[in-house]
């Protein structure tokens, strides 16, 4: 089992900034890749922003130009990056990483969004 570990959440104005950060207690490099998802209510979870073991990336639609998912190899976190916050945007935002065995959850993060 892998734990993580999430920070970062919080409450901002629309076309703000917030930086979601998700430490693993394992080295990324174990790990084939990890994401954010987010959920938000009365609607089904989404992947946000996800990176393989290689550094490839890829985003939903809804946040291309606007979120950044990027690493800290040495501190085995992945971070998310949120520019430009919508109100749509509103919901928990969850950290995934994924291995050949198991698929492990974060306690997720609250980011709301003002109007």
């Known amino acids: 089992q892998v734990q993580l570990v999430e920070s970062g959440g919080g409450l901002v104005q629309a076309g703000g900034s917030l930086r979601l950060s998700c430490a693993a207690s394992v080295s990324i490099f174990r790990l084939n890749a990890m994401g954010w998802y987010r959920q938000a209510p009365g609607k089904q979870r989404e992947l946000v922003a996800g990176i393989t073991s290689g550094g490839s990336t890829n985003y939903a639609d809804s946040v291309k130009g606007r979120f950044t998912i990027s690493r800290d190899n040495a501190k085995n976190t992945v971070y998310l990056q949120m520019n430009s916050l919508k109100p749509e945007d509103t919901a928990v935002y969850s950290c995934?990483?994924?291995?050949?065995?198991?698929?492990?959850w974060g306690q997720g993060t609250q980011v709301t969004v003002s109007s």
């Open positions: 995934n990483a994924r291995t050949i065995l198991s698929d492990n």
